[in-house]
């Protein structure tokens, strides 16, 4: 099997742009060799982080989600703009949404949300030596904080009717982390 050559882009446009994302438009040589295009939001990236403290027990945030009309159970995350560093903007958002800091930050990893429409990337960290502090909601946000045993913040972000991918994928990291037995 012969490996194919990667797609090279022809030219970039910049349909939309904000603070947070731009919306965009490639011309790129297609694997045949023809010419294509391609329409995907362009973002910085977010950062989260799953906090725990000594006692085992977790904190999770009930967010109002505009677009969807409807409250979420997750993990404290937030969207990062050009030239952010993701350990930076996760300590930001426990603060800023949970009203937590953190001694301690463990990498969890890192994942692609939306592969196909953006090429967002979102990075997990484990906090740990948490003292609590107070919340700096923006005007846009309506956040509640839950401290929880684990095993039931689990649940809450499991069993949610739409659940938010981001917390459930950090999950996910977390029980990878958790397999290669380090504990919490």
Known sequence: M??????TRLS?????????HRYCRDRYVQADGSEGVYHYID???SCAAIPVFADGST?????????LGRDLWEFPIGGMKPGEQPLAIAQK????????LADQWTPLGHFAPYKGASNEICWFW???GLREDRQELEPSERITVHRLPFAEA???LV???CGDGQSLAGLALLDRWLARGNTL
């Not at 970039?12 to 947070?20: K, Q, Y």
């Not at 958002?93 to 937590?100: D, P, T, V, W």
Request: proline fraction near 7%; glycine fraction near 4%; aromatic fraction near 6%.
């Open 93 to 100: 958002e426990l603060h800023e949404e949970a009203g937590l």
């Open 2 to 7: 012969s490996a194919r050559p990667p797609f």
């Open 154 to 156: 689990r649940t809450r």
């Open 159 to 161: 069993d949610q009717e």
């Open 126 to 128: 484990l906090a740990r």
């Open 43 to 45: 973002m910085a990236g």
């Open 59 to 67: 904190v999770l945030v009930r967010v109002h989600r505009y677009l």
């Open 12 to 20: 970039r446009e910049v349909l939309v742009d904000n603070p947070w």
